[in-house]
């Protein structure tokens, strides 16, 4: 059982940045993949990023959005550059360890507005 926390959601205009945190406890925090999701109303839950076992990036993010992690200090990172209104969003934080076919562990997200 590993327990997530988010945070670094706000409100920010087109073309700006923000860094979303993510706080895991409960498990060694290396043995985890961990990833990054995001989901806007009316929109199914679409994964954003991930790390572990390699990185990977959805093709709508590639080039402005990277995943990072801190593994001394449980924590995961998404930093968002180059913000469009389409990027509005609440985001997930989400872990498995790597031989699961799922994620198992959310967190409870946090809100990303990008104004136009």
């Known amino acids: 059982q590993v327990q997530l926390v988010e945070s670094g959601g706000g409100l920010v205009q087109a073309g700006g940045s923000l860094r979303l945190s993510c706080a895991a406890s409960g498990r060694i925090f290396s043995i985890y993949t961990m990833a990054w999701f995001r989901q806007s109303p009316g929109k199914e839950r679409e994964l954003v990023a991930y790390?572990?076992?390699?990185?990977g990036y959805a093709d709508s993010v590639k080039g402005r959005f990277t995943i990072s992690r801190d593994d001394a200090n449980s924590t995961v990172y998404l930093q968002m550059n180059s913000l469009k209104p389409e990027d509005t969003a609440v985001y997930y934080c989400?872990?498995?360890?790597?031989?699961?076919?799922?994620?198992?562990?959310w967190g409870q997200g946090t809100q990303v507005t990008v104004s136009s």
């Open positions: 790390s572990g076992g390699g990185t």
């Open positions: 989400a872990a498995k360890e790597r031989v699961s076919s799922s994620f198992g562990s």
